[in-house]
């Protein structure tokens, strides 16, 4: 990780989930650098919801020269966990324990825009469940699944 990616996650814990994710629309911290290599950006967030757009290129084909489903996968689990994230209070992070994903259409690496859209489902002290779903610029469906992700607490710090 860089010396700015350090330093940006450093000031963004100790924003709330929300504010730190709008504080990257706003570019005030640098992109995530696996948003950078794989061709996606966070574009809209509430409490309890996130949407990344992503360009699908022929950088990320399988053999088969369609996208590889990692690509798809990881813009789910991404909007999935930010959406986790906007719920969050200030010092409280979260890791991915599982996500599932189901494809339910290939993706051409000339498809254009897609939307990942990410949605809590359920929250609790320790555990959150959002569920995601992927759709092309026309509303179609090419991918949904869910995520379960850990609320992770400094030391001594009490569950809300």
Known sequence: MSHDHVAAAKELVQLTGLDAMRALIAGKFPPPSIAVTLGFHLAEVDVGRAVFLGDPSDRIMNPLGIVHGGWAL???DSCC????HTTLAAGIGYATVETKVNFVRAISPDIGQVRAEGLVVARGRTIITTEGKLTDSNG???????STLMVLRPEGKSPQ
Not at 81 to 84: D, F, L, P, R, T
Not at 140 to 146: I, N, P, R, Y
């Open 140 to 146: 179609k469906l090419l991918a949904h699944g869910t």
């Open 81 to 84: 966990g930010c959406a986790a």
């Open 74 to 76: 990881t813009l789910i």
